[in-house]
């Protein structure tokens, strides 16, 4: 039963390292750009949600906090393109990777100034309550968790398979000029993939505060979920959600069967093992280019 | 106005492009030799300090502005320079011998690292050194007895044919090691960009593409580009080392590695200047920090991530409006003087350009 335990706690966090590396493969898709602050997203969207819906702060209740938080974050996202990253347009991935970065120091400072740096909670109904399948004992949180991100993953990759408008997002990812060409507006199509990444954000943050504390240091998180993103391949959002289960899963059993001082090491060791034998993720989206 | 004629392929690849530049660089060494004379005790260490992140961030740029790779691992560098150093010090090596080869062995290395690295494109490089970086810090306390975990090192005083150095006793002497390890490195560098291999550097940062339709062999190229990252790295690290006094695993993290490449953005990319440019901003930003808070607020009231916060803001607006950063800014200034009064606004303009994928599906 403890495996059980492990690894249903281990997926519930795998769920949200998923969440966090979708908006990442989101990004990715649609813009050819890595949003290195999405972690610090997360964190910020998960403290938009804390002050509107936590008693010391705005006190509203959780179904209207959370739906405007989101909305908040989808905005929030829209804006950061508007006025940064569109201001780099066609410039290398390298100058996005290290505006990005910068980013997320200056999230993390602000989230820190308005809210503090104590660990807090999100007081919601899926932080109390626990389900029981006989003898496994589970989280509300964690099965919200679960089932929310799968939920997600497969309407948004509906979304980029089925609909003109994501259609439209990969072609404009692929080739900028071709994209205008087929009258593709390129500059709407980033706006609205950032927005898209921000309510992802805020999704991951709301789950992953009422699972455990939050503070400004948990954009942090997004490194393991680059290992998610790599493990899956960059550009497929199946991939992002299963890496992400992996990584989630290897934590909790790497610290229960491995001598500690190693088991850190594992999520990150498995990232390099990836990059070095299959560069590409297990999912790969990506030939090699010819010449 | 100068106007320069250049006669011979020689005259286009001179260390100093005329006697003009040739007076004003003698100028600023003699200006850096005689500046333990004209600042005190604290100052002089704030330069030495800017000296040593000057030569971290040459060795970055290699990398990043020469080479095109980014690396957000370097810190991981500077700390296998730092151990190596002290490791060989404390096993009896003269330090004239431990500390070149503490920047070879670093070099090595970081080859040894590059070979699966270079395979690598833009983004998973970067996320790989990420992993690197973070790793580093897990490894130095698994490697307890040659480290000493989370305890650290000490470094002891330097001793150079019975000559000390002590970092804090004696400030100048220390001031003038890091001096001479700067002039070297700078020349190496410059000398370096002057050779094919530096050639074939920028043939790679430009386009991979017409780099191998030249006969580049690009993995080669960027491992050795990567090597010798490593090595002036190494080398900046046992500096810092000495330079902390004590160093432990948390002390190269990975915000060191992010600092290094913010600083190498901010000097401006692919430029000798902009290293030092940057490393001069990364010294100070802390102090006039404390500064400017002191006058508005009045009391000392900490404010955690103020300093990476501010710098982060920096660095937006830098590649929002300025991205050949504070080089650049001055190249464009100096060249409004010289030109004057010739110079038009649209000189720097930049070619608008598109992005195409790597990806084929």
Known sequence: MEFLQLLVSGLANGCVYGLIALGFVLIYKATEAVNFAQGDFMMFGAFVALGLNNAEYMGLPFWVAAPLSIAIMALFGYLINYFIIRHLFGQSQTAVVILTIALGFVLRFVAGVIWGHQPQTLVSPLSVGDLRFGSVVLGLADVAIIVTTVLLTFFLYQFFQRTKLGLAMQAASQNQMAAYYMGIPVKRMQGLIWGLAGAVAAVAGILFASKGAIDPNAGLLGIKAFAAAVIGGFGSLPGALVGGLIVGVIEPFASRYMAPGYSQIAPYALLLFVLVFRPHGLFSQIRIKKV | ??????????????????????????????????????????????????????????????????????????????????????????????????????????GIIGTIIAIPAVRMHGIYLAIATIALSVLADDIIILLDPWTGGVNGKFPPAIDIFGFEIERWTMPGRFYYLVLIVTIICTLFYRNLLRSPLGRAFAAVRDSEVSATAMGIHITRTKAASFGISCGITGLAGSLMGYYAGAFNNETFS????????????????????????????????????????????????????????????????????????????????????????????????????????????
């Open chain 2, 1 to 106: 106005m100068r106007i320069q004629f250049k006669t011979s392929y020689e005259d286009d690849i001179r260390l100093f492009k005329d006697r003009w530049s040739l007076g004003v660089y003698a100028a600023l060494i003699a200006l850096a030799i005689a500046l333990p004379y004209l600042l005190d005790d604290f100052y002089l260490g704030e330069v030495t300090n800017v000296l040593i992140w000057a030569i971290a961030g040459l060795g970055l740029m290699l990398l990043t502005g020469q080479t095109g790779q980014a690396s957000l691992g370097h810190a991981a560098f500077l700390a296998i320079g730092a151990y190596l150093n002290i490791i060989m010090i404390e096993a009896g090596v003269p330090f004239i011998i431990a500390f070149p080869l503490a920047g070879i062995l670093t």
């Open chain 2, 254 to 361: 990975l915000v060191i590695s992010i600092t290094l490449l913010m600083m190498i953005v901010i000097g401006g990319l692919g430029s000798i200047h902009g290293a030092f440019f940057g490393a001069i901003v990364v010294a100070f930003l802390p102090q006039a920090l404390s500064i400017a808070k002191d006058s508005f607020s009045g009391a000392t009231v900490a404010i955690p991530g103020l300093e990476t916060g501010v710098f982060g803001l920096i660095l937006i607006l830098f590649i929002m409006f300025e991205p050949m950063g504070i080089y650049g800014r001055w190249m464009k200034i100096r060249i409004w003087f010289e030109l004057f009064p010739f110079a038009r606004k649209d000189m720097f303009k930049r070619q608008k350009s598109y992005l195409k994928t790597e990806r084929l599906r």
